[in-house]
């Protein structure tokens, strides 16, 4: 593929942002090479600025369930820019939102919008604290909740592939408030509860890991945590911002029929655009101000133009109900591209992890459920299949622990395409 001028644009990037991005995932710093630079999109593909075409798997980090451009969100973004796009006060949109979300998900009685995930989880922080009057939070080991001080530490997404999965910068007295935990173990856990007594304000988790790897969970040890947090007066707080909306319309909280006390969620409910929000019991969000005394606000946050393509995403997911057939394309894609691994490399160990309409490779066939299941090989084999893919024409998340998902654009002969590439890249990575 020629990348004459995504090479161009990312040297005059670096010279003017950190890195070249304003991400660090984008700068391809966990697979090498150069970052494409995308021109437009559409349906399940992504055009880079060298004219080059390919399927996009990453789908806006998960955000995008029916694919680039679809034409009932873009049309509902089209007649909101037609009538303004920022407003600063109270508008209509954002309450039939509000309705749309508290009306179809039980335990969310009350939501208020935010700008991103990471706004989200650290209002949600402050608003477990003063509800409980503790001070410390408990997080899993590998959980990304944001670039929030606290939920820095052990943390997976960009962090992952560092050596101690830590961001610098962080105040100690932040560190010192957090209680980290490995996942899947009930020991730690109970330990963690007992030497900290009753100073937890909350557990904070991923029902479904997604940030360092997909990490299915075992359903016993999600229930032993809620009956846990019950027992002891802490607040659930369930991060879904990349499954909800996503696996189901209730996300992972549906799915498990375990209800947090909390929940936070991500730009999926926006239709891809900026968009957080967190929500759940009314007693406990009217700590909020006005009506308590916990304080959040944002200018932007309740947009119109990202209310307007949220409600259109609700209402198509609702009407359409698409995550049977999202479910049925992941799983078909994840046993076709096995096959293929199979008969190129016969028993070296590889798998495809999914669920839902996520998936995710790996060279290993052992259940992962913590950080400490990881494969040593992880890194060296997806920068192999990431490129292998990217030359061919498949856009994988940039991380060698990040899923990819499908999109309702991702028709079977969007799926024959993407085997037909991981077929040359078996071949050729086998000598064959």
Same mark, same amino acid.
């Given at each position: 593929m020629k990348t004459v001028r995504s090479e161009s644009f990312f040297k005059r990037a670096q010279a003017v942002m950190p890195g070249g991005v304003h991400s660090p995932l984008r700068s391809f710093s966990n697979v090498g090479g150069t970052p494409r630079f995308i021109d437009h999109a559409k349906g399940p593909y992504l055009w880079d600025v060298d004219g080059n075409q390919y399927v996009d798997c990453c789908m806006g980090w998960g955000s995008l369930l029916f694919g680039h451009v679809d034409p009932e969100v873009a049309s509902s973004i089209d007649t909101m820019m037609s009538q303004?796009?920022?407003?600063?006060?109270?508008?209509?949109?954002?309450?039939?939102?509000?309705?749309?979300?508290?009306?179809?998900?039980?335990?969310?009685?009350?939501v208020r919008f935010v700008n991103s995930g990471t706004e989200a989880v650290m209002s949600v922080l402050r608003l477990a604290r003063a509800a409980t009057g503790r001070?410390?939070?408990?997080?899993?080991? $590998?959980?990304?909740? *944001?670039?929030?001080?606290? +939920?820095?530490?052990? /943390?997976?997404? =960009? @962090?992952?592939?560092?050596?101690?999965?830590?961001?610098?910068?962080?105040?100690?007295?932040?560190?010192?408030?957090?209680?980290?935990?490995?996942?899947?173990?009930?020991?730690?856990?109970?330990?963690?509860?007992?030497?900290?007594?009753?100073?937890?304000?909350?557990?904070?988790?991923?029902?479904?890991?997604?940030?360092?790897?997909?990490?299915?969970?075992?359903?016993?040890?999600?229930?032993?945590?809620?009956?846990?947090?019950?027992?002891?007066?802490?607040?659930?707080?369930?991060?879904?911002?990349?499954?909800?909306?996503?696996v189901a319309f209730g996300g992972m909280s549906e799915l498990l029929n375990i209800q947090p006390d909390l929940v936070v969620y991500g730009c999926a409910l926006g239709g891809?655009?900026?968009? $957080?929000?967190?929500? *759940?019991?009314?007693?406990? +969000?009217?700590?909020? /101000?006005?009506? =308590? @005394?916990?304080y959040q606000a944002g200018s932007l946050v309740a947009n119109p133009l990202v209310m307007a393509s949220g409600i259109a995403t609700l209402q198509k997911l609702l009407s359409t109900c698409p995550y049977g057939e999202l479910t049925r394309m992941a799983q078909k894609l994840a046993d076709d591209m096995t096959h293929v691994y199979e008969r190129s490399f016969g028993e070296k160990p590889f798998a495809i992890r999914h669920y839902?309409?996520?998936?995710?490779?790996?060279?290993?066939?052992?259940?992962?459920?913590?950080?400490?299941?990881?494969?040593?090989?992880?890194?060296?084999?997806?920068?192999?299949?990431?490129?292998?893919?990217?030359?061919?024409?498949?856009?994988?998340?940039?991380?060698?622990?990040?899923?990819?998902?499908?999109?309702?654009?991702?028709?079977d002969m969007v799926l024959e395409s993407i085997l037909e590439a991981w077929e040359g890249l078996c071949r050729e990575m086998a000598g064959e």
């Open positions: 303004g796009w920022c407003y600063g006060t109270c508008e209509r949109r954002a309450l039939e939102l509000a309705e749309l979300v508290t009306e179809h998900i039980p335990w969310v009685e009350k001070n410390k939070i408990l997080k899993f080991e $590998g959980g990304y909740h *944001g670039h929030v001080d606290p +939920m820095l530490i052990k /943390a997976g997404s =960009g @962090l992952a592939s560092t050596r101690n999965h830590n961001s610098a910068g962080l105040a100690p007295s932040q560190v010192q408030e957090t209680i980290i935990v490995p996942m899947d173990d009930v020991t730690a856990f109970d330990k963690a509860l007992s030497e900290h007594d009753h100073g937890i304000a909350a557990i904070i988790l991923e029902p479904l890991p997604t940030n360092y790897g997909v990490l299915v969970q075992d359903y016993d040890f999600l229930r032993y945590v809620e009956a846990s947090a019950r027992k002891n007066g802490i607040l659930l707080i369930f991060d879904e911002v990349v499954t909800g909306f996503r891809g655009l900026p968009m $957080g929000a967190f929500g *759940g019991k009314s007693t406990i +969000m009217d700590l909020l /101000a006005p009506e =308590g @005394l916990v839902a309409s996520l998936f995710w490779m790996t060279p290993c066939v052992k259940e992962i459920r913590a950080i400490g299941d990881m494969p040593e090989s992880q890194e060296a084999f997806f920068k192999q299949v990431f490129h292998g893919l990217l030359n061919r024409g498949v856009y994988l998340s940039p991380n060698a622990y990040a899923p990819a998902f499908m999109s309702t654009a991702h028709t």
